[in-house]
């Protein structure tokens, strides 16, 4: 061989020096490369020094061979182009010339090997990968024109694909080479099918000419449009989009997700499932954070069925999971995502239980834990009191259990061991119950079953010998079923309450679960389970980071978080009172007067201290109940009683009762108190009384007033006050009565005054209906009257002018439209504090005779007078009295006025005279005209005084007057000057006599 072809032409290659492969050589040079052979037999008979030989030779043989080849090829063909195509003179005749002459001759755009566009090809390539890109360019640049006259398209796009390549590499323009595979990439896709791989090629060039510009935007459009029709082509181009619009600054995450979305359903439409897994989960990672509930659910569906198409049924179930909580789904989507899930549960064969599981979902700020230690409540509205009322009603029956400084959570703390101060306490045998509200989030109906509570109970008997030492019962946490599963398959720890509910579309249900321990221990309650189809158990578990709290001396302190008041501490059983009140309505009418019976048992067998009540024995109590106003009035009730050296910890409970009641409108009443102008001890009273009722009609009873001060009378017959009997809705009524000041002197006490009832009370209905009159001098009127009196505190209540009434009523035979159950036999109505109102604090009489016989012949008439004056305000009145004497004007008779001392004509004495009597000097006569003449009386004893009158005292000024002839006199000719002191209202007046009529007639 080197005879023929020379020494420099041939080499020896010695290769497999090693046939036993037993010396130890490179790693395997071909490692990178796809091959066929097994890594660890290719290259085992190759030794360092036949590794060394092989590189020398391919380096020598390109270096002394194929580059020399390759540059006096470049150079033949750019004399033989430069002579037949550059210079003007070439470029003219190709342009006029051979260009017309391949149009007539029909030239097909067939282009031979040895033909000039060719060979120019073939120049730019050889040039190209010489690297000498400037003559590489200026070739392409001779020919595009060429390919383009001649619409050669495939040939022009691909020059243009090698200019866009020449720019780039040679770094010379940027825009030329985006322009450039722009152009080559348009013009491949103009091809249709034939030019599609090509384009395929050229836009993956030109994607990484983008990307190597960080242009990652505009690189993810490019593999975007060489997406075509073929899935598995279209999956991949869509996906490497995906990656550049993640690179972007700032990552378009939301185009990252959307792109590897549709690149997974191209994967999925070819049946690469495990690209299409691959793709969904990772965009997962973008919309996990996302409030884009509809394209997330879309996403964990698919992944989960097609893990289940690969057989991997627990991890599709996982990924189901997560769309369950698809309530913004429409109600179709709904059913198909629950179809699909149980189908994947049913085929795994398996019962799943799931840590979280939305469906329903549970609102944890619902949640309320009611249990009972020492207070125990008699039903569900007792619960919800808020603890400063019963803390309020309780701090004055509950004593102290350890000296007067010591109270019950403070003895507690004294008696708990160290690691449970934190711990409620609970009674064994008694229910610790759990509020739970569940929603369904679906527009689809939900069954629920198997709702139930996951609880631990645990002993220790060297922590708790407070008490009797409880057996060591101890439940696993591994799983909620392992819970459920011992308190049901015959341990007596504890037993839990199971709910089955059917929750509708949207639909809220509070839910009441219960556990009930019946051994000492410590009760933990985990969570919630649930079963779901009956393959899918649900699990919840209550969870909180437990949190700081600043005490009042500046020290912190744990505070008790939602677990903490989820753990109690069980200890032995305690007596446990429950309580009811018999026949309480729930609508009352106001001032409705009923009589309850509290009654209350002991259900266990432990007895209460000082008290015989256990098993079937029960304690009544009497009450009495009376509604006072208007509106929804709450009853609050709380019991306190001891046990009998049961436990050391709880000494006592208290059972707490509350009741709401609705209390209707009936009768409103007022008074208004003025006193007798005529009677010093007399006052005049109105009642007003109004039926607020919106349907009901009431009877009044009677009208009383309260002590033994004053006594009441009518002023008119029952029958005229109210003739129909009832006072209908709305119907208004008024009535006068009088009462009566029975005390002989301001200075009596009332609790020393008797008075009997007939003085005290009128009957204000028939005298023929077989009714009586109530007492209301004992309880329970008075007990109430007590209570409504503190009530309705007034200005005028330390003020000893004062009166009390009591208005009993009831409603109509007939009425009943109110829905109030037990017709009420009595309603009181309690009007307290009502003043004597008067612009006048005195009130006097004029006591004397009436009529008297004299014989004028003989001497003058003398009278005696007596006049009484009572001070009726709180302070001391000073009285001033002065008499008047005027003499009549004999020419000019004048008829008798309101206050004119005088005579007048007397006429016959009839028997009606002497019964009836005018105190307002309405009736007068005209005197004879031989009367005209005669003299008036005159004031011959005292005519003028001053006295001081203590308040609510009572005064006498005796008087006298003298009487010249028969006549009819009119003795109001005085007038009263007072002045109020001792009071910040200090006031003073004058009053005129009131008209006083003595007749005074000749004696025969």
């Not at 304690?619 to 009853?635: D, E, K, V, Y």
């Not at 008439?861 to 004999?890: A, P, W």
């Amino acid at each position: 061989m080197r005879s023929t072809f020379g020494n420099n032409e041939c080499n020896l290659l010695c290769t497999n020096s090693s046939k036993e492969g037993n010396v130890e050589h490179q790693a395997n040079p071909w490692a990178s490369f796809k091959s066929s052979v097994s890594a660890d037999k290719l290259g085992c008979a190759l030794t360092g020094d036949d590794i060394v030989e092989i590189k020398d030779l391919m380096q020598e043989f390109a270096s002394r061979h194929i580059i020399p080849y390759m540059e006096q090829k470049v150079r033949d063909l750019n004399q033989q182009i430069s002579a037949t195509r550059k210079g003007l003179r070439n470029q003219i005749k190709n342009l006029w010339w051979e260009k017309r002459k391949r149009r007539c001759s029909g030239f097909n755009q067939r282009y031979t090997f040895s033909s000039t566009e060719s060979q120019i090809r073939i120049l730019g390539d050889y040039a190209f990968m010489l690297h000498d890109y400037e003559l590489a360019l200026s070739s392409y640049r001779l020919i595009s024109t060429d390919y383009k006259l001649d619409k050669a398209w495939k040939h022009y796009a691909g020059v243009q694909e090698m200019m866009g390549l020449a720019y780039f590499i040679s770094d010379q323009s940027k825009k030329e080479a985006e322009y450039c595979m722009e152009n080559a990439f348009s013009t491949y896709l103009k091809l249709g099918r034939s030019g599609f791989q090509n384009a395929t090629r050229c836009g993956l060039w030109w994607a990484e000419m983008l990307k190597a510009g960080d242009q990652y935007k505009e690189a993810a459009s490019a593999y975007f449009r060489i997406c075509g029709e073929e899935p598995l082509h279209a999956a991949v181009m869509l996906e490497q989009a995906s990656y550049c619009f993640v690179l972007t600054k700032p990552a378009m995450l939301n185009k990252y997700g959307f792109h590897l979305v549709l690149s997974g359903d191209h994967y999925k439409n070819c049946d690469q499932v495990s690209h299409a897994i691959r793709t969904y989960r990772s965009a997962i990672s973008v919309y996990e954070s996302t409030t884009w509930s509809h394209i997330k659910d879309h996403v964990h569906f698919h992944i989960g069925r097609w893990y289940a198409l690969v057989g991997m049924h627990d991890v599709a179930v996982r990924n189901m999971l997560k769309v369950l909580d698809c309530g913004n789904q429409s109600k179709a989507t709904q059913e198909i995502f629950l179809r699909d899930f149980f189908e994947i549960v049913k085929k795994t064969g398996m019962k799943h239980e799931v840590v979280g599981l939305q469906l329903p979902f549970i609102n944890m700020s619902s949640l309320q834990v009611i249990y009972e230690d020492h207070r125990t409540y008699a039903s569900q509205a007792s619960v919800l009191v808020q603890e400063s009322i019963w803390q309020s009603l309780e701090d004055d029956i509950i004593p102290s259990l350890n000296s007067g400084k010591s109270n019950w959570l403070e003895l507690q703390s004294k008696l708990l061991p160290k690691k449970y101060k934190e711990s409620n306490v609970c009674v064994a045998g008694e229910s610790v119950k759990v509020d739970l509200e569940f929603r369904n989030p679906l527009l689809i109906s939900t069954s629920i079953t198997s709702v139930s509570l996951i609880c631990e109970l645990t002993s220790n008997s060297d922590d708790l010998k407070v008490d009797k030492h409880p057996s060591s019962i101890s439940l696993g946490t591994e799983s909620s079923a392992e819970h459920n599963q011992g308190t049901t398959s015959g341990f007596s720890s504890f037993t839990l309450s199971e709910v089955d509910l059917t929750l509708g579309g949207g639909e809220k249900k509070l839910v009441r679960l219960t556990v009930t321990p019946s051994e000492e221990g410590i009760l933990k309650i985990v969570g919630v389970r649930w079963r779901l189809s009956g393959s899918v158990v649900g699990v919840h578990y209550f969870q909180s980071a437990p949190g700081k709290a600043k005490t009042n001396k500046g020290r912190r302190k744990n505070k008790l978080t939602p677990t903490d008041a989820l753990k109690f501490l069980v200890i032995k059983s305690l007596p446990r009172l429950l309580g009811s009140i018999d026949h309480l309505p729930e609508k009352l009418y106001a001032g409705d007067l009923r009589y309850l019976v509290l009654e209350l048992k002991n259900k266990s067998e432990f007895p209460i201290k000082d008290v015989s009540l256990q098993g079937d024995k029960s304690l009544r109590w009497p009450l009495w109940l009376r509604a006072a106003i208007p509106g929804t009035i709450s009853l609050y009730f709380t019991i306190y009683y001891e046990m009998e050296n049961v436990s050391s910890i709880m000494k006592y409970r208290t059972l707490r009762m509350h009741y709401n009641l609705k209390v209707l409108p009936s009768l409103e009443t007022s008074f208004e108190i003025t006193p007798s102008p005529s009677k010093l001890q007399e006052c005049l009273v109105r009642m007003d009384i109004l039926n607020r009722a919106n349907s009901d009609s009431f009877q009044i009873h009677q009208l009383s007033t309260v002590g033994c001060r004053w006594g009441i009378s009518l002023l008119e017959r029952v029958d005229t006050i109210l003739p129909s009997k009832s006072l209908l809705p709305g119907q208004a009524l008024s009535c006068h009565f009088m009462i009566k000041d029975n005390r002989r002197s301001a200075t009596e006490e009332e609790k020393t005054m008797s008075i009997p009832p007939s003085q005290t009370d009128v009957k204000l209905f028939a005298q023929d209906d077989d009714e009586k009159l109530f007492d209301i001098v004992n309880s329970p009127l008075a007990s109430f009257h007590e209570s409504e009196r503190s009530c309705q505190e007034t200005s005028d209540q330390l003020s000893t002018n004062t009166v009390d009434f009591i208005l009993i009523s009831h409603p109509a035979k007939s009425s009943n439209s109110s829905g109030v159950a037990d017709i009420p036999k009595i309603l009181s109505h309690h009007s307290c504090h009502n003043r004597i109102r008067s612009s006048n604090p005195l009130s006097w009489s004029l006591d004397g005779p009436q009529a008297i016989y004299h014989d004028f012949s003989t001497s003058l008439c003398e009278i005696q007078l007596k006049l009484v004056i009572r001070n009726t305000s709180d302070g001391i009145s000073s009285v001033s009295f002065n008499t008047i004497d005027s003499v009549q004007d004999v020419a000019t008779p004048t008829p008798s006025a309101g206050n004119q001392s005088g005579w007048r004509y007397v006429p016959d004495i009839t028997e009606e005279m002497k019964l009836t009597s005018d105190v307002m000097g309405s009736r007068s006569g005209k005197p004879p005209s031989s009367m005209e003449s005669s003299p008036p009386f005159i004031w011959s004893g005292l005519s003028s005084t001053k006295v001081e009158i203590q308040p609510l005292s009572t005064t006498e000024i005796p008087l006298q007057i003298s009487v010249f002839a028969p006549g009819i006199y009119n003795l109001s000719s005085y007038k009263l000057t007072w002045e109020l002191s001792g009071r910040e209202d200090a006031s003073s007046g004058t009053c005129q006599g009131y008209p006083y009529y003595l007749t005074v007639l000749q004696s025969q």
